[in-house]
């Protein structure tokens, strides 16, 4: 236990001194847990001292809990008041990033410390509010946890706690109680949760699924998959729908996953026509494809140009909010039991911009250039609209909306999408027989394109100037090298910082 | 109410001679002043010690039937002038802030205090927040001592010693008369252990006996001559009995070998950590027996000439043990050597940092990098000669993130930040100053509003360079708790005097919310003891401010940010202040979730709202999420092979407080979001009409399903 081999023996008893340490996100119950692995060590004949730091770092910050303990001999040991790196017996750390942050503190050494971490996420802010995909990495969190614990266990302690009816704190003490790292059984932990008389069923639930998970291991969360998603509907449209799926069979197999993926999504959002109408463009690159390239081309093909295709507009957003699966998704999530009632209110804020793209083409080309109509739109229809889609009156409006799908390719929002979406493959493709790395890259580019109104507006400026920079690149050996570093610094922030940053770069070396 | 109910401890506090107290530093120390005869309380909140003051009110049934006063005073500034009550009678009083923020605030009255001088025991109990969990600028409140010449303790960090320094302080400042500061760390406060009781005590005197007999001297008034004599006092005549009385009672304490040509300094309250170093080197035993001599300074102001120059005898290194800078006790040491001509080689500052917390590692290293120099056949040989590498763990610093504090679910102070925000967007960005509490958040990602801090209820005032105004007005942040503790007159005053064109935002969550809930003048609660219900606005009118915008719902995002546009395009020149009201939502979830519970049991129709994102109809681009921060809202990965971002997701600690549809409403962002209503014992008549409806609009879905295709599952 001893890291050092002093020529004065230190005193046994020294090593005695067992130290925890918890560290958890404020608000996470890391009091309650203190206290309970402190009653349950008194009431075993130990010695405790168990320290906290409180004040704002309690409002969702990371924050630390700890313990010493050592039996009881009726003379007062000295107990430190904080964790020293690489001198911890056993680190409990109630989030999979908070498991790196203890390992990163150096609290988690190979030779002595029993960590016990939740493998869910409480994303911190910076991760969330990346326009892209900015959640950190929990494998190489893990891979770390690996590496430097002595013993692991690394559960989903708030599911388990959740599935039982209760709260983090429990099923992390079942942990420790299961984990065996101190000398206490399972009765003396219990008996800690019975007599702080708080919840007391529900914690033991969770104590009890806590201990199991240390004892037996991880239990693989099963993902969510329920295999591929299936298309239903009456029969003949379902045969007009297996003839579709026939043409995607010849594909190469690389391309075949997406290209279902993208088919079933756009005859989801209209119908077979439309999904014959993404094959054709889509049979139109696997033809000028490569299998030496591995299909790339073809593969973000099948992805973009379905999620160009699937566009949304407003007569999706009615449909999607109308279905009847959404109901019952609805009242499985809130947990409503037979005899509770739910009601829903739906959030919209239509704009000029919306109503006119939902217009027939020329009309909705004409209302757009003329300043003058489009005030008047957005002062008819431009405000904040709460819809209750439980009600009958809102729920038959977007109904009504949500059925236009037989209008919907004459409108001018369709129009628009149609010929950007034209504009955005030649453009892609345009380089391709040079340099077919850039066309894939360029293909990715409709990535950028996402949300709804400003954001979405932002997206397009985005994409525009990614685009434009493959003209400056034109010819160079890492030009798609720097479009997908252009298209990466797009997604860091939403004013398009970082993309300013890196096109000046760009612009400094062509 | 306070956060944090001490109801059932409280009762601890009734424990008498010769049972055993087991709990927390704060509870200790309350049972420590009413062991010693305390006869009156106060304080102000703020962490460490906010809870000290929840204990105490909490405690007040005892306190009354004891005769002891308590008071939850407006500062730190009226809690040590409270302290004017020991000048003239010989009644000990306690009150307790954090330093060194509230001393800072106090200064002026423990410096008119410390020069008048004390006949009862004066004791201010500060909660010394420098170090990790701290939220304030790291400073040390030991200057202040050696500036007004009052005394400082620092006792080593366990409840027997810390329930001593309490005694030892009282009986201090009455030997000396002058007040005693007792000074416990972040982790001190809450530090749990034992220590055997004493019965309470009345106080001899009361603060009610007094004032029926009042008494008064000028001489003890801070005017010239007598401030003169007051200064000549403190040197000739407190300090030398400070001394003595330090020395007679041994309030420092000696450890170790009698004879050792080595020896350490150390304060009080790092002692554990000391010795913990020195056990990781064997050095020292499980109950802190040690082979090097330890000087204890329990007292860290005045330091003691004789005792240091007894405990240096015959040693040839010293090492100080001093956390943070100056290094106030390191110069002092260093002078009295050097005075006395002796040629000890002394360590401190240079084996230890000049900045910083001394944590675990650090005191190792400094412990080591002494003995290294002083003595290196006294360490282990590992240390002396490491073979075995360090493991190879990966580094985590790029993957792991940081987590600042931020607003709780469903604070009421997010949406007027996402108003500020947008309101940002539209006109441009603004001069902004914050203020302490909560709302200073508001200065982290996602929100980034306001660029300064300069003291408690300090916003408007640190403003102030540009209330003359300009193309922008300045935007200044204030907070309930601030306001009454000193925007009033500070800020608001200063605002109306100067004829201020900017404009104010008072935040008002009806408690001292980031202290841990406690009430204000302005507070919604009824409270036994004290007057709530003084709305923030009459306040305003009576200091003459004559606009005033007051908002009852901070949720309306729209309505918010309609506000601060006017205040900032109106023709009116003065002053401009919006008063933001909805209450905490941490204490309204522990005010109404009981009641709720209750309600459903008792079969009455409850409805409890919460938001949900449809994660079809989202696109990933996270715009919601920059406008809000939630910790319940957040992010998951869609298993679908045709979607590159995270999605936004509610969790199920959401609680409905309305942000994400206001804020999806007002920024024009996305229709993704929806209110849930889960309505709990529905009416009979209610349930029949929702199954009517629920039947129409089968009949619809069914009707379309029939005549398209679609995916299994998709909406």
New interface residues.
Partial sequence: M??????????A??G??LKLAIMA???QGGGVLTSWI?NTA?ASGYD?????????????????Y?VEM?PHTG?????????????VDVLIAAEM?EV??A??R?F????RTTLIGSTH?????????????G???AE??R??AE??AQRLILANMEQLA?DAGSVISASLLGALAGSGALPFDREDYEESIRAAGKGVEPSLRAFAAGFDAAVKGEIKET????GT??????ET??K??HQLEARVAPMPEPVR??AS??L??V??FQ??DYGTAYLDRLDRLVALDDAAKGWLLSIEGA?YI??AMAY?DIIR?AD????????A??RD????SE???????????P?AEEIAGLMPAGMGARAESNPRTMARLESWFGK?R?LR????RA??ML?FL??L?GYRLRTRRHAVEVSHLESWLERSLAPLEADYALSVELLRCR?LI??????HAR?LTKFETVMNAAQLLEGRKDGAEWIARLREAA?KD?EGKALEGALRTVRSFV | MAERSFKAEVEHLRKGTGDVFTGEGILALTKALLENGVGYVGGYQGAPISHLMDVLADAQGLLGELGVRFEANASESAAAAMLAASVHYPIRGAVTFKGPVGVNVASDAIANLSSSGVTGGALIIVGEDYGEGSSIMQERSHGFAMKSQFWLLDPRPNLPSMTKAVKDGFELSEASNTPVMLMVRIRSCHVTGSFETRDNVPPPLTVRDAVANPQSDFNRVVLPPMSYLHEQDKVKNRWPAAEKFITDNKLNEVFGPEKSPIGIVVQGGLYNGLIRALQRLGLADVFGQTEIPIYVLNVTYPLVKTEFDAFCEGKDHVLIVEEGQPDHIEQQLGSFLFKSGRKIKLYGKGVLPMAGEYTGQVMLDGVTGFLKSAAPDMLPGKVRAPNAPAPDIPDLSKTVPIRPPGFCTGCPERPIFAAMKLTEQELGKHQITGDIGCHLFGSLPPFEIGGSTMGYGLGPASNAAFDGGGERRAISILGDGGFWHNGLSSSIGNMVFNKSDSVAVIIDNYYSAATGGQDVLSSRAHNATKSTNNPISAALKGVGVEWIRQIDHTYDVGHVRAVLREALTTDYKGPKVIVASSECMLNKQRREKPVRTKAIKDGRRVDIPRFGVDSDVCTGDHACIRLSGCPSLSLKRLDDPLRDDPVAHIDQTCVGCGNCGEVADAAVLCPSFYRVDLVHNPGRFETWHARQRSRIIGWLQTRRDGRRLRLDGAA
């Avoid at chain 1, 001893?2 to 005193?11: F, G, I, K, M, R």
């Avoid at chain 1, 405790?48 to 630390?64: D, K, L, P």
Wanted: net charge positive.
């Fill in positions: 001893n890291l050092q081999l002093p020529t004065a023996a230190p005193d008893r020294v005695a001194i996100v404020g608000g402190e008194r405790v001292q168990a320290t906290s730091v409180a004040g704002v770092s309690q409002r969702t910050g990371a924050t630390i700890y050592t003379k007062q040991p000295i107990f430190a008041l904080a964790p020293s790196a690489g001198d990033m790196g942050r390992i990163l150096g988690v050494t190979p030779d996420r409480a994303l911190a802010v910076s991760e969330k509010t990346v326009p892209g995909d959640i950190a990495d190489e969190v891979a770390g590496i430097a959740v993902p969510k998959t329920t998603p299936r298309m239903i509907g009456s449209l379902l007009d729908w996953v997406m993926a993208g079933r999504k005859v989801d119908n077979c992805k379905a999620n949304d957003v999607l909010k109308t279905r009847s699966p959404r109901f998704r609805i999530e809130m947990g409503a005899g509770q009632l739910i009601q829903l209110t739906e959030f919209f804020h704009r904040g709460r889609t439980d009600s009958l729920y038959a109904y949500g059925g799908k990535r996402k949300g709804y109104s400003d954001t997206g997604l939403p």
